[in-house]
């Protein structure tokens, strides 16, 4: 059964500007992030990617001095209404970050089931489900199943890295947001990652921060290019790298700044 | 160039061999102190000194267990009306305390960490002691606590700033709000640090003199009633000390033997917290 048109519009941004007290990095940007695509951003480093990605899940409102104008919509309705409180969207939108960021005092397992458990209490059979679902997904229960109760920071860099992956998969969101997800990692485990996000795509919306133009072109469908703060050109990946329409693309992915 | 050299080792040289003596004076003190103590009060470490209760002057034999009961009483109480309150001031310093009210509670604490205790002892005295119409233990634990506040709150703080920010922005992504983040990640994460800064501060605190002067007063029986006046070790080691008896001299060594002790174990039990969580952690 094919689903209804609209609801292939999962996320999307109308308008949002993103500033930092009086400042604003990321202008008047509008994205729509069909579901179960994979989205890349790139541009050089201080474009505005990371704060743009925290806008998704309403974590740039925590940092200091931090606001938005314009709308986030989820199924059309905006993530940022009165109505809508911001630790339960958290919840729905899973988000994996540039460094490996596993709970120190907690083994293996407890990080994975860590937001199920903010999320009620529910039983013990449910959660180890939901652990070993999460775990196999990121491409790592083979490697930690013998070692569940194990601390989280026994694990290598790149396992840490799917761990947090897991962990941001493990209470089912419907969104994935990753930035520089690959960036403190080696060539095998970024392969890892990369592999993960075409097996991921079918279930999840992911959206991806990159600086490596050729994981870009890799693992999206879509790719979104950003420049001061402007979303200068988004489209299909392949014409975004091939047939760029706007010379300051062109520019940086023929390397010629950035 | 030579010359500039020359004088840069010399001042090197001088400056190694200065921080050397130092820390040989330091450690000295330490060994000398102990060795002293362990000299003057080993030998009337016995049995009875740990099991019976002081017998009046002139009589030999008896024991200081009214103390050593008493200083447990009243470092636990201590401890457990400071302990919350320093943690949670701490907390709340690291989480929330950026803004006027935080800067506030942080000079207060300065100040507070400054102030000699026998001026914690005397306003003890003067806002429980007194209304209460008599000494009391629970006033000295009272005394006691206040001076572990301040320390404990600006050790929990400072333990909690070490915690990695993305540690907690994983947190909040997660859909944790912020007091859970707080306390399950956050506190948890500094939770060795946070057990050293209670262990020392205990430590500190259980060989106090003067603010038990004023408020537990001492006893010469025992006695476990905490509205009633309390011996600790300190104050029977400061009576014992001071009174006119060689008898009464010798067993405020052995007191002052166990008082070290006691401070010493809690001052490994510190470092042996700090170093099995923390080695992994950071
Ligand atoms: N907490 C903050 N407070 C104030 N300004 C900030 C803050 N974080 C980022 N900025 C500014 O916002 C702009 C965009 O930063 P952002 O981190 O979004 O860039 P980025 O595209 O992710 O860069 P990179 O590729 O280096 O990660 C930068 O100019 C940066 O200086
Ligand atoms: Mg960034």
């Known amino acids: 059964m094919a689903p209804p048109a609209d609801a292939r519009l999962q996320l999307e941004t109308a308008r949002l500007t993103a500033l930092y007290g009086r400042r604003a990095v990321v202008k008047d940007v509008s994205i729509l992030f069909p579901t179960h695509t994979v989205t890349a951003l790139i541009g050089p480093s201080g474009c505005g990617k990371t704060t743009f990605l925290r806008c998704l899940n309403r974590m740039h409102e925590l940092s200091e001095g931090g606001w938005i104008t314009g709308k986030v919509l989820l199924h059309g309705e905006d993530i940022y209404d009165p109505g809508v409180d911001a630790v339960q969207l958290r919840r729905r939108i899973g988000m994996v970050f540039q460094r490996p960021t596993p709970f120190p005092t907690m083994s293996i397992y407890d990080n994975v089931a860590a937001g199920l458990r903010v999320n009620g209490s529910r039983p013990r059979a449910q959660i180890d489900a939901a652990v070993e679902g999460a775990l196999r997904r990121a491409a790592l229960w083979d490697e930690v199943k013998d070692r569940l109760r194990h601390s989280a920071l ?43 996000l075409h097996e991921l795509k079918t279930r999840y919306t992911i959206v991806i921060v990159t600086h490596n ?16 703060g402007d979303l200068v050109e988004l489209g299909r990946t392949e014409e975004l790298f091939t047939k760029p329409t706007k010379h300051q693309t062109e520019a940086y992915i023929t390397g010629r700044f950035g | 160039m ?31 102190i102990l060795g002293h103590l362990v000299a003057k009060g080993a030998s009337s470490l016995d049995w009875s000194f740990f099991t019976k209760n002081p ?3 002139g009589e030999s034999g008896g024991g200081v267990a009214n103390a050593i009961v008493g200083t447990a009483i009243i470092v636990g109480l201590a401890a457990l009306i400071g302990l919350p309150i320093g943690i949670g001031t701490g907390l709340y310093l690291a989480e929330y305390g950026s803004g006027r009210l935080g800067w506030t509670v942080r000079f207060v604490a300065d100040v507070l960490n400054g102030t000699p205790s026998i001026v ?14 008599h000494f009391s233990a629970l006033a000295g634990g009272v005394a006691l606590a206040a001076l572990m506040v301040p320390m404990l709150a600006r050790t929990t703080e400072e333990m909690v700033r070490l915690v990695p920010h993305s540690l907690r922005e994983a947190a909040l992504a997660l859909g944790y709000a912020r007091w859970r983040t707080s306390l399950r990640i956050v506190a948890r994460t500094a939770l060795a640090g946070i057990l050293t800064g209670c262990l020392v501060g205990i430590a500190r605190v259980a060989g106090e003199t003067a603010p038990l002067l004023f408020t537990a007063l001492g006893n010469l029986n025992f006695s ?27 067993m405020a060594w052995a007191a002052a033997l166990v008082l070290m002790g006691l401070v010493l174990i809690l001052a490994l039990a510190a470092r042996w917290a700090l170093r099995s969580r923390y080695g992994a952690a950071r």
Not at chain 2, 230 to 248: C, R
């Open chain 2, 224 to 250: 476990t009633h905490v509205l009633e006046p309390m011996q600790t070790l300190s104050l029977q080691i400061y009576v014992y000390a001071t009174g006119p008896f060689d008898e009464w001299h010798r």
């Open chain 1, 154 to 196: 026994d694990l290598s860099g790149g396992q840490q890295q799917r761990l947090c992956v897991a962990r941001a998969l493990a209470p089912e969101p419907e969104v994935l947001l990753l930035d520089e997800p690959t960036a403190s990692l080696d060539p095998t485990g970024t392969q890892r990652i990369e592999e993960l």
């Open chain 2, 2 to 32: 030579s010359v500039r050299r020359l004088r840069r080792r010399l001042v090197s040289g001088t400056m190694t061999t200065l921080v050397g003596v130092l820390s040989f004076v330091a450690v000295l003190a330490l060994l000398l």
């Open chain 2, 55 to 57: 017998v009046p002057a």
């Open chain 2, 120 to 133: 914690i002892g005397i306003f003890a005295w003067t806002w429980l002691v007194k209304p209460m119409g």
């Open chain 1, 213 to 228: 133009l050729q994981q870009a072109a890799r693992v999206s469908d879509y790719t979104g290019f950003f420049y001061l």
